[in-house]
């Protein structure tokens, strides 16, 4: 595996981190965050008006016709910076599902102008917390589907939703707005101040033609979007954590104390070298996952891998920053507090690591 970043990846990353220099200020951010929703429609403007919302659709959805390597140099660009745009949940969830498995008619219909920023998708995906699943039932030529999905990302605004759903035989994935009958959305806040929803469903009648491409793909396109939504999460969250690193030792060769800087005590040295050791374990798992992903190939220990550093590690990192700070690392108008609350967002969204290490340790026995 070569892990060096393609000419696309790194232009697309270059192009976005100048988008974001000139938006994501810390004092546009302090507006977008008192607005209540974090959600910034001109930087989302921006990103569309570059071509990066639709960078990975085909051409003939006006797109570049990239792929997840390219996505998650963009997420990871967006963690850096802490951007408040649902880039993860719209463009490679919703617009990426819809262009790999949907059909034409839906592809035009959604896939398109998500890319080109007019429609916000997103995808409520199960989590690991043993809550029963969202279930569809055969009737009237259509389903009816019922169920709950909490913490669904942009789900206060998003025009559509992915939804896996259980049909006994298998599964399929359904395409719900927000206006079809039985369909409740109730904002719910997250740990860093961002709106998700809890998505309640109540006899929904949904017709054939929003069931996600053929009968045949639902198994492998739900599988598609928890593959990519945790990979895309750990490039994110590379991006948090990386940058959540240079403001701690930038801070630690600045911050005097007893006449030297914090940084050259020996206890905080080590702490900012396991630091590097973790964000480095963070960026090799998740780039292997992308990488054979996007090749194709089988990846299941590779997604857990990532998903275990991403979490486990995500947890040190941030309280690193916050312990090497002291007081202004609890101080929410600086900027350490923003990069905290990422992280461990993304920390509980990935979920604990003994599940990843239990995931891992059966495909090893597997194997054997």
Known sequence: MDFTPGEAQQELAALTRRILADRATPERMREVEAAGDRFDPVLWADLAAAGILSAALPETLGGAGFGLLEQCSVLAELGRAVAPVPYLASAVLGAGALARFGTPGQQQ???????????ILTAALAGEDGAPPATAE????????????????????????????????GVLVFLLSRSDPGVSVAPQRLVDGDLAGRLELAGVQVPDERVLGSPGAGARAADWLVSRATVGL?????????????LTASYARTRVQFGRPIGSFQAVAQRLADAYIDVEAVRLTMWQAAWLLSAGLPAETEVATAKFWAADAGHRVAHTAVHVHGGVGIDTGYPVHRYFTAA????????????QLRRIGAALARAR
């Open 109 to 119: 219909r959604w896939a398109a102008p998500a890319g080109r920023g007019e429609l």
């Open 234 to 246: 750990c490039a994110l969250q590379l991006g948090i954590l990386e940058r959540a690193l240079e």
């Open 138 to 169: 055969r009737v009237n030529g259509g389903w009816r589907l019922d169920g709950t999905r909490t913490a669904v990302p942009a789900a206060t605004r998003a025009d559509l939703t992915l939804l896996p759903a259980a049909t006994g035989p």
């Open 344 to 355: 461990k967002r993304a920390e509980v969204e990935l979920g604990g690591a003994t599940v």
